[in-house]
């Protein structure tokens, strides 16, 4: 085996592996989305959001 195989071998498996984190958390992203708008549109509030006026906890 020559040097520029291992070179090539070990950019090629970086890029993948790169490549493979970032499909990973574009598709998680997307999938906590989906959840929190269905949380959002059973009533599920999130804490952070202010309570509607005259509303006491």
């Given at each position: 085996?020559?040097?520029?195989?291992?070179?090539?071998?070990?950019?090629?498996?970086a890029a993948f592996i790169i490549l493979a984190v970032i499909?990973?958390?574009?598709?998680?992203?997307?999938?906590r989305r989906r959840e929190l708008?269905?949380?959002?549109?059973?009533?599920?509030?999130?804490?952070?959001?202010?309570?509607?006026?005259?509303?006491?906890?």
């Amino acid at each position: 085996m020559s040097h520029p195989f291992y070179v090539f071998g070990s950019y090629g498996f970086a890029a993948f592996i790169i490549l493979a984190v970032i499909a990973w958390v574009w598709i998680d992203g997307r999938l906590r989305r989906r959840e929190l708008a269905a949380l959002e549109a059973s009533g599920i509030r999130r804490r952070s959001q202010r309570a509607p006026e005259g509303e006491t906890k």
